[in-house]
Structure formats: structure tokens, C-alpha cells
T-cell receptor, first 115, second 114 residues
Framework: AQSVTQLDSQVPVFEEAPVELRCNYS??????LFWYVQYPNQGLQLLLK??????LVESINGFEAEFNKSQTSFHLRKPSVHISDTAEYFC?????????????FGTGTKLQVIP | NAGVMQNPRHLVRRRGQEARLRCSPM?????VYWYRQLPEEGLKFMVY????????ESGMPKERFSAEFPKEGPSILRIQQVVRGDSAAYFC????????????FGPGTRLTVL
């Protein structure tokens, strides 16, 4: 069975500072990897995903994540955060299971951007 | 193309009542997944359905919870005799194919049990 670990439940960071949200996973089969963002009282929005190819993936709002197979990690980074980035971020792994893709989520990291 | 729709967005029930949560997948999607997010926790898989079939219900509590996805109409997650511990956000996702690499999420239904 697969699992996802997000060690940091909360990450405070000053505006315009860089940030890294950590995500590690375990799986015995090949995986797809995702980062979702959830704003208060809203649903999940896909931020970026790794399916194959280049191990570095980017979002349109400046986030990037790098798939590291040897370290089984998919950390999310942004070089300069904005107040509007304050939200909860979920890492997820998708693996084949009985003919469909089963998604397992981490417990989330709350990013608090301090003005 | 409208996204995944869920209603109601907020639902309040008293202990012992029934809760019915509805999910309309994206147009052209015939695969639906339900997740539950308890306070301060991540999303937990509950059940995966295709039209008229339950494919994987390994995450569903054994009692009081049921799900269906009829040939016509939305998918329904039904919780009978709700208890306070059922208070959570329930999210639905859909995909066009079983093995598709992405699931598309709805805005969720927030259930509060008084």
C-alpha cells in the first residue's frame, strides 16, 4: 500500500521569502504525484502534477516541485511567496489499483504567509 | 464545461437523522470517487463508483454509509443515523476513465451534526 508523509503541519513564512513544503511517499509501484491547494472552506485545486518525463514540474503561479525517485520525495517550492499563497497544501500519490488509479493524500501543510 | 458539482455545500443534521450528499461529475466522466476530510486531517478515500457499479468501497465505514451512482442522475453518498463524528467535509471527484491519471474535485459538502 502507498503512503504519503507531509512532516510539517504548519509553515509560517514572511512575504517574499522562499518556501519549501516537504512531501515523501512510499510505494512499491510506479506513481503519479500531485500537489493540491485548498483555500479556507473551498475544495481542492490542482496545483501541479508529475506523470512522467522531466522531473521538475511548474505551476502557473510560480510554484515548482521536483520528483526525486531515489529519495521518494516530491517537495514543493516557491522562491518568493505572496500573501495570497496562504492556504493548505496537500501532496498526493496515485498508483494503479485493480484497474484504476487510487489516490492517497498526505495530511496537509498549512502555509501561513506573514506580511 | 462545468466542473464537478456537489450539493448541498453545507448541510446541518441532528444526531439520528439521515444525510444525503449529491455529486454530479464533469460532463463525459463516468467514474466517481468520494473522500472524507475530517477536521485537521487530509482526505481519506471512501468509495469508487462507475455507473451503476461500486468498484471499491474499501474506505467506507461498514455501517450507516452507502453510495450509489445510478444510470441517470448524480452520485449519492448516504449517511444514516448520523453521529457527531460524521461531521466533516465530503469531497467528490470524477475522471473520464478508470485509469486516468487525474481526478477532478468538486467544492465539497460540509456536514455538521448537532
Amino acid at each position: 500500500a502507498q503512503s504519503v508523509t507531509q512532516l510539517d503541519s504548519q509553515v509560517p513564512v514572511f512575504e517574499e521569502a522562499p518556501v519549501e513544503l516537504r512531501c515523501n511517499y512510499s510505494s512499491s509501484v510506479s506513481v503519479y504525484l500531485f500537489w493540491y491547494v485548498q483555500y479556507p472552506n473551498q475544495g481542492l485545486q490542482l496545483l501541479l502534477k508529475y506523470l512522467s518525463g522531466s522531473t521538475l514540474v511548474e505551476s502557473i503561479n510560480g510554484f515548482e516541485a521536483e520528483f526525486n525517485k531515489s529519495q521518494t520525495s516530491f517537495h514543493l517550492r516557491k522562491p518568493s511567496v505572496h500573501i495570497s499563497d496562504t492556504a493548505e497544501y496537500f501532496c498526493a500519490v496515485s498508483t494503479p489499483s485493480g484497474g484504476y488509479q487510487k489516490v492517497t493524500f498526505g495530511t496537509g501543510t498549512k502555509l501561513q504567509v506573514i506580511p | 464545461n462545468a466542473g464537478v458539482m456537489q450539493n448541498p455545500r453545507h448541510l446541518v443534521r441532528r444526531r439520528g437523522q439521515e444525510a444525503r450528499l449529491r455529486c454530479s461529475p464533469m460532463k463525459g466522466h463516468s467514474h466517481v470517487y468520494w473522500y472524507r476530510q475530517l477536521p485537521e486531517e487530509g482526505l481519506k478515500f471512501m468509495v469508487y463508483l462507475q455507473k451503476e457499479n461500486i468498484i471499491d468501497e474499501s474506505g467506507m465505514p461498514k455501517e450507516r454509509f452507502s453510495a450509489e451512482f445510478p444510470k441517470e442522475g448524480p452520485s449519492i453518498l448516504r449517511i444514516q443515523q448520523v453521529v457527531r463524528g460524521d461531521s466533516a467535509a465530503y469531497f467528490c471527484a470524477s475522471s473520464p476513465l478508470a485509469g486516468y491519471n487525474e481526478q477532478f474535485f468538486g467544492p465539497g459538502t460540509r456536514l455538521t451534526v448537532l
